[in-house]
């Protein structure tokens, strides 16, 4: 069983820059990612990361502007989110190898 807990999230504003980490206890086996809800929208994925060998998938709606990277020593992962844009305003959620999910932290990018 894996326990993720997401934290980092705020508000900012359009262009801005916020770091979002996700911490977890317990053996990861292979993915860990980032997936958003929008008001309004269901669950979109965001990023992921593979364990094992750091390769990194990004939703082309945020490629180039995010960055997900992993910490092997602390368990953990982070998604740095540059050129803030305000549709990217979403509850974003760490889910660990696709089942265990997070609480959530909110993300607000204002104009």
């Known amino acids: 069983q894996v326990q993720v807990i997401e934290s980092g999230g705020g508000s900012v504003q359009v262009g801005g820059s916020l770091r979002l980490s996700c911490e977890a206890s317990g053996r990861i086996r292979r993915h860990m990612s980032w997936r958003r809800q929008a008001p309004g929208k269901g669950h979109e994925f965001v990023a992921n990361?593979?364990?094992?060998?750091?390769?990194?998938i990004y939703n082309d709606a945020v490629k180039g502007r995010f960055t997900i990277s992993r910490d092997g020593a602390k368990n953990a992962i982070h998604l740095q989110m540059d050129g803030l844009k305000v549709e990217d305003t979403a509850v974003y959620y760490c889910?660990?190898?696709?089942?265990?999910w997070g609480q959530g932290t909110q993300v607000t990018v204002t104009s």
């Open positions: 990361i593979d364990w094992r060998d750091g390769s990194t």
């Open positions: 889910v660990a190898d696709q089942v265990y």
